[in-house]
């Protein structure tokens, strides 16, 4: 496998196939400018082409205009990058994977993860007009602690102002689906402030979003997620504020809030579908029993870094961040006591809230007499309280418990022959526990009374890696890293059917570490931008998603083998302001389903994204700007998996054209321009018998935006 992917990337490469790498810095900086780029997520100041990764940077220019068309970070992301899955087009992130994994999402570092009853829903943690760039590290790591088993995607939010006075910038748009209908309208309006005099600095910000409801390539109303909630006919209000000052001419201290809602208008019911007649899952007008599903984010850090303390960079950063997530609700069988009410009658919904305290501290410099080695130390801390409670009938679905994390971390890069090669590496010591009361499970579950405990581990988390650069603008590298997280605890202690269990004996607590290995080599000459990344990461015990008849996901511990290839390329045209690229993703992962050493099935849809080709064309010249891309997700026929959940395969294209005005630029998107009527990659690899969740994908979608600064 190995050997043909090699041949397969040569002629990949020969032929001119697109690089992700293009959107690092955009057509305004120069190959050495974009090479340069310190990328915060990495916890270093070194350049990201000293480190054996693969990075992506999304600036804010690009970010904005694929929000545009697209909505939102989750999807700009996927439109962006073939390694990341295509998206539900829903909130929730269950089954939406980087390279065959979860990422880690996180705003200026600090995690938006809840490790105990994961929500999926930190792709939705902060409005995407106060991010300034996405910097997205993939593959296993431990450098920003667990989670990132499938890479990191860090939102860094809008820089402080440079020059003294005030400035800013505002959005207004509005969008529509092919329909035109007022039930599918929908807009945004959100302004920014920044102001400056001397040392000191503020920024606040607002913007308020609506949803209309989503029609599909035929004009139907998309069908409502009954389970995990929705986007679409939601509104959400978010506030952004940040407070610096300068203490001297390399040292800062700045304090950031974000505050994120998005809430359900429960207008419309669900209604179900007919998989065996191939009628999608639809939606009425009515009104959603229960409370409105509701995302509620708050994050507030402070930061401390000085540039220059005896000779390095130190920084000390604390966070508190607050979620509370309400689910849409349902007669689900998952929630049925016949003590409280007649089986079959009883309405409940679920509510995750969880609370987050956290610090980093790290130190990186230059050793003395030997300036070629750079060492960085450091140390996290990671307090996380959750509970999942049902909100009708006030029981709790998962107890109240406690996380804690304490990580000392030290890291190392060599530079040798003046900068030809590079030899990286480093470890992270995690020591983990978590503390679970006593508690009893749902009726649905047996009612079972499950003895709690404090189980925990401690792990050497070790990576290393080296980076040869024989010519300036051509690197190759080789890297192993391990990451770590926890299988959704909350989904483990409340599928608990057997007697007699006690936690701290329990082995299904035991931690996802996950082990990345890559080679890739990157071009960076002239016109051209390439690169070519072989990967393969595997777990002993990972964590598999099995849904269950009423949608809800159970954890199965079982080994996972991932391996895959990625291919990209831009290249400038001699035509001035053209530029042509493509990527192409090939992932395949295998599953051990019953414990017997051998890898019998591949991961199914839930678990692993499907093979994948990018192209786009981007044309800048003076005031107009223009983009067309098209996304080919290839057909894939799953091993060991129900035939009903092969993946048929569908094309996407979307477009975009903005003009600069006297005041500001307005820009015209075009999400699905061929509306194709196509049903989404995880209805139809998920759920063969489930009606109420058989999906199609967003049509035609127009947005008109209106942007300026001052």
Known sequence: MKIAFGMLAASV????????????????????????????????????????????????????????????????????????????????????????????????????STPIRDGARDGYTIDPFFIDRVEVIYGSNALQGIGATGGVVNQVTAS???????SGRTLLQGNSGDDFAGASLGGKIAGLVNMRSGRFDATGGVAFERRGVFVDGRGRRIGLDGNQSEIQDTDSLAFFGRVGVDLSDTARFEVI???????????????????????PATSRRGETPGQPSTGLSEMVSASLTDGNVLGGAFTLQG???RTSDTFAGGVLATFQDARIAPVGTLFDQSRNVSRTLGGKISYERTVPGLKALTLTAGFDAL???????????????????????????GQANLK?????????????????????????????????????????????????GVVLEPVKGIRAYGSYAEGYTIADIGRVLRGITQPNIRISDFLDLTPVISNNREIGVEVKQGPLDASVTYYWSSSDLGQVLVRSSDGFFNVARQPIDIEGLELNLAVRTPLPGLKLGTGFSHLNGRTDTNADGIFDADLDGANISPDRLNLNLDYTRGRLSARVQGRYYLSRRFQGQPIANDFVGYRLFDAYVAYELPV???????????????????????????????????????????????
């Open 416 to 464: 040798l022959f003046d900068g030809v090669v590079r030899v990286a590496g480093g470890v992270r010591y995690e020591t983990v526990q978590l503390d679970i009361p006593d508690y009893t499970t749902l009726a649905s579950a047996s009612a079972r009374a499950v003895i709690g405990g404090k189980p925990s581990f401690d792990r050497a988390l070790w990576n290393g």
């Open 319 to 321: 966070f508190y961040n």
């Open 160 to 166: 402080a102002p440079k020059q003294n006075g005030w």
């Open 257 to 279: 809030a974000n505050r994120f809602k998005l809430e359900g208008n429960n207008h419309y019911v669900a209604v179900d579908g007919d998989r065996t007649l191939g009628i």
């Open 13 to 112: 490469l020969s032929t001119g196939v697109a690089s992700a790498q293009e959107i690092q810095a955009g057509d305004r900086a120069d190959d050495a400018r974009r090479r340069d780029v310190v990328v915060t997520a990495a916890r270093t100041n070194l350049p990201a082409s000293a480190l054996p990764l693969t990075v992506d940077v999304i600036d804010r220019e690009t970010l904005s205009r694929q929000v545009a068309v697209s909505g939102s970070v989750v999807d700009a992301i996927s439109a962006l990058l073939p390694a990341f899955s295509p998206t539900r087009e829903k909130i929730t992130g269950f089954g939406e994977t980087l390279r065959g994994r979860s990422p880690l999402y996180a705003i200026n570092g600090i995690p938006q």
């Open 383 to 409: 307090i996380d309280r959750t509970k999942q409670e049902l909100v009708q009938t006030g029981r709790n679905w998962v107890p109240q418990t406690d996380f804690r994390s304490l990580a000392p971390f």
């Open 664 to 710: 500001g630029r307005a820009m015209l998107s075009v999400q699905n321009l061929g509306n194709t009527d196509y049903v989404t990659y995880y209805s139809d690899t998920q759920g063969p018998t489930d009606n109420a969740r058989f999906y199609t994908g967003r049509g035609r979608n127009v947005t008109l935006s209106w942007q300026a600064g001052f």
